[in-house]
Nanobody, 118 residues
Framework: GAAAGVGGGLVQAGGSLRLSCAAS????????IGWFRQAPGKEREGVSV????????YYEDFVKGRATISSDNAKNTVYLQMNNLKPEDTGVYYC????????????WGKGTLVTVSS
């Protein structure tokens, strides 16, 4: 199985981005799909996760109110819409699939770079 995350780029503070994660090779709605990020010089951290079966979502405190995670099960794709981006949101964003968040993610995408300029 594999998960490919795309949609990163350079954006000014206050701007928006939508990241997409297309999953393949595994039954999409059997797993939680999460987004993680790794800022320069920092450890990777969870951002948000969704259960595609029922749409339940969880957000880390630092993105609550600024991000929306959603899934299109027909396309095996999960989206992360991020608004009011801040320079501290800069990092490589990864999508991952697994049985539990954040520690049980077994399928990882390659990552997409998000750079937020001040």
């Amino acid at each position: 199985g594999a998960a490919a995350g795309v949609g990163g780029g350079l954006v000014q503070a206050g701007g928006s981005l939508r990241l997409s994660c297309a999953a393949s090779g595994f039954t999409f709605d059997r797993y939680a799909i999460g987004w993680f990020r790794q800022a320069p010089g920092k450890e990777r951290e969870g951002v948000s996760v969704i259960d595609p079966k029922d749409g339940r979502a969880y957000y880390e405190d630092f993105v609550k109110g600024r991000a929306t995670i959603s899934s299109d099960n027909a396309k095996n794709t999960v989206y992360l819409q991020m608004n009011n981006l801040k320079p501290e949101d800069t990092g490589v964003y990864y999508c991952a699939a697994g049985t539990s968040y954040p520690g049980g993610m077994g399928y990882w995408g390659k990552g997409t770079l998000v750079t937020v300029s001040s």
